[in-house]
């Protein structure tokens, strides 16, 4: 009974969740997008997941599901119960002979011809079924006698393996013998419950109940065993569901697909990610204002000077000035002196274009990911920060082509069609009868991405015009006039029309930023064409590890621009 010394009676401790808070209503969602998004990068045009991609990719915390751990354990206990009794019930070296002695007396029956009879007695000795296959072809003829009896010898060879490989996994206790059909239904079963058993340890771990084979499960299991797992299942995978339409993944025809708002938030988590990893005695991203003529109006007022617009004039404060000089009274006489004017800040414009290398070599170390996944951190950054920017993103091959910012995260490596240790080629891209499609892709032609990218630059209004161009070594490729040039080894032909594209680039106002990644190729005449054209065109060159290609590309736009305005 309660009392003054008992206060409160019996207290109830709650020691586990309540299957109500689905996960708990503090903890944050999962991040459906970065994994969705981690998967296109990877693999370009696979533009859906399906569910068992989604549920393999997302992270849940377990300790927030009512009753995952408790059933889990219970059904791991049994499958574990299960392999026990089989391995203290049998013994696997009778039916290690028994194979064995299959093999030979199946050998023995055969009556190889006279030319073949060599290579039988080695093949058999040896247990070589890849010989025996070779054999079976050199017979000729596949219905003869000989010939079908290796297919059954190969068989049998092939069982023997198979039981090896069971006593050699497991290790049985028991008497019982085995004979060579048991022994591969029980490495059958025994296999088959190590697979379910993983597949619960880890979805204790990390909540990925969709990925459970449930049928599996429940030739192990009583029916009622897997009912509360099947009931949680369905409970987890609704709520994966829900949180993907929430963060922009439709679910059409049993695939998820990406929306526009799946983008953003992808890319506002690369932006928070990448700022978060920025030097901490970095003060903030943006500088102080630049004072000056400019659009945008700002709180702050100054007496009016000849040549002030008043279109940014202060109302309020003139007429109070006006008021407090001449006193109260009608009609109000505003003088020069009386007039304020609001202080405008200056907006100048920046226009970039970014050269994306996509050729064969950008495949090794997965190179052409971090690429990517830089392109949509700049992206992001402009259209959120600075949307009067112009920005155009140019795909780098033995072409030179823009790509559209959606199609951002399609792009792939281009597959290498030839490997010849020397390539000399040429095409007239004149002729009707010459398309792209026939010219080998894997090649790297700055000089044409230089190119295509002062075309472009030339028309902004603006004399803040800059080239990010990202490679991981020489170029291969070139145009003259109309005629493309591949050539592999790096000729200095192409080095030439590179440089002399750059050259024209300067001449335009344009700087040239190149950020050279590693590559297992790259050698020093890499990185000293790397410091020509720098040289050559006054601009800079970076040597950036992939993985940080993010952060120094959107750091050096942020400085570009703050020097912009100083």
């Given at each position: 009974m309660a009392n003054r010394q008992t206060l409160g009676g019996v207290i109830h401790a709650y020691q586990q969740y309540d299957p109500k808070r689905f996960p708990s209503p503090t903890q944050p969602p999962p991040d459906m997008t970065s994994a969705a998004f981690e998967?296109?990068?990877?693999?370009?045009?696979?533009?859906?997941?399906?569910?068992?991609?989604?549920?393999?990719?997302?992270?849940?915390?377990?300790?927030?599901?009512?009753g995952l751990g408790p059933s889990i354990d219970a059904l791991i206990a049994i499958l574990k119960e299960r392999k026990r009794k089989i391995l203290e019930r049998f013994e696997t070296n009778r039916v290690s002979k028994s194979a064995e002695r299959a093999v030979a007396e199946e050998a023995q029956q055969l009556k190889p011809p006279k030319n073949l009879r060599e290579r039988f007695y080695s093949a058999v000795k040896n247990e070589q079924i890849r010989d025996l296959e070779r054999l079976w072809y050199a017979a000729g003829n596949d219905q003869s006698a000989f010939a079908r009896g290796l297919v059954s010898?190969?068989?049998?060879?092939?069982?023997?393996?198979?039981?090896?490989?069971?006593?050699?996994?497991?290790?049985?206790?028991?008497?019982?013998?085995?004979?060579?059909?048991?022994?591969?239904?029980?490495?059958?079963?025994?296999?088959?419950?190590?697979?379910?058993?993983?597949?619960?340890?880890?979805?204790?771990?990390?909540?990925?109940?969709?990925?459970?084979?449930?049928?599996?499960?429940?030739?192990?299991?009583?029916?009622?065993?897997?009912?509360?797992?099947?009931?949680?299942?369905?409970?987890?995978?609704?709520?994966?569901?829900?949180?993907?339409?929430?963060?922009?993944l439709e679910q059409r025809g049993g695939s998820f697909q990406l929306t526009p708002k799946a983008y953003r938030i992808f890319?506002?988590?690369?932006?928070?990610?990448?700022?978060?990893?920025?030097?901490?005695?970095?003060?903030?991203?943006?500088?102080?204002?630049?004072?000056?003529?400019?659009?945008?109006?700002?709180?702050?007022?100054?007496?009016y000077e000849f040549g002030d617009s008043v279109a940014n004039m202060d109302i309020t404060s003139s007429f109070v000035n006006a008021l407090i000089r001449k006193g109260p009274g009608t009609p109000v006489r505003l003088d020069q002196e009386d007039i304020e004017i609001h202080r405008t800040r200056n907006t100048p414009k920046c226009a970039t274009c970014v050269l994306m290398d996509m050729s064969g070599s950008m495949r090794y170390d997965v190179q052409y990911i971090n690429v990517k996944r830089m392109a949509l951190a700049l992206e992001g950054l402009i259209r959120g920060e600075y949307p009067g920017d112009y920005l155009?993103?140019?795909?780098?091959?033995?072409?030179?082509?823009?790509?559209?910012?959606?199609?951002l995260i399609e792009l792939m490596?281009?597959?290498?069609?030839?490997?010849?240790?020397?390539?000399?080629?040429?095409?007239?891209?004149?002729?009707?009868?010459?398309?792209?499609?026939?010219?080998?892709?894997?090649?790297?032609?700055?000089?044409h991405a230089l190119s295509?990218?002062?075309?472009?630059?030339?028309?902004?209004?603006?004399?803040?015009?800059?080239?990010?161009?990202i490679t991981d070594g020489l170029p291969t490729a070139h145009f003259e006039q109309q005629m493309l040039y591949l050539l592999y080894p790096p000729d200095p032909r192409t080095e030439e029309a590179t440089l002399r594209e750059g050259q024209l680039c300067r001449r335009d106002g344009i700087t040239i930023n190149m950020f050279l990644m590693p590559s297992w190729s790259q050698t020093?005449?890499?990185?000293?064409?790397?410091?020509?054209?720098?040289?050559?065109?006054?601009?800079?060159?970076?040597?950036?590890?992939?993985?940080?290609?993010?952060?120094?590309?959107?750091?050096?736009?942020?400085?570009?621009?703050?020097?912009?305005?100083?």
């Open positions: 998967h296109m990068l990877m693999y370009g045009q696979r533009r859906e997941l399906t569910p068992e991609q989604l549920a393999r990719a997302i992270k849940i915390d377990p300790s927030q599901i009512s010898l190969i068989e049998t060879l092939g069982d023997k393996y198979l039981v090896e490989q069971l006593a050699a996994k497991y290790e049985f206790t028991g008497r019982e013998s085995l004979t060579v059909p048991q022994a591969l239904q029980v490495k059958e079963e025994l296999e088959k419950i190590d697979d379910l058993i993983k597949q619960l340890e880890e979805a204790r771990e990390t909540a990925q109940i969709g990925l459970i084979d449930m049928e599996a499960l429940a030739e192990f299991t009583e029916p009622g065993d897997v009912d509360q797992l099947s009931a949680l299942q369905q409970q987890i995978q609704d709520y994966l569901r829900e949180m993907a339409e929430q963060q922009g890319q506002a988590k690369l932006l928070e990610k990448l700022f978060s990893e920025l030097a901490p005695s970095r003060s903030g991203r943006h500088q102080n204002n630049v004072i000056g003529e400019g659009a945008v109006e700002l709180q702050t007022t100054k007496q155009q993103f140019i795909e780098m091959y033995s072409f030179a082509k823009p790509v559209p910012r959606g199609k490596p281009k597959p290498v069609t030839v490997h010849d240790p020397i390539v000399r080629l040429r095409a007239d891209m004149s002729r009707d009868d010459v398309s792209e499609h026939q010219v080998p892709p894997h090649f790297t032609n700055i000089q295509t990218a002062r075309r472009m630059l030339s028309t902004q209004d603006t004399p803040n015009r800059q080239i990010v161009l020093e005449e890499d990185v000293r064409f790397a410091y020509r054209l720098a040289e050559s065109t006054k601009g800079r060159v970076f040597f950036t590890a992939g993985r940080d290609l993010d952060r120094y590309v959107v750091w050096d736009y942020l400085s570009r621009r703050r020097d912009i305005v100083s």
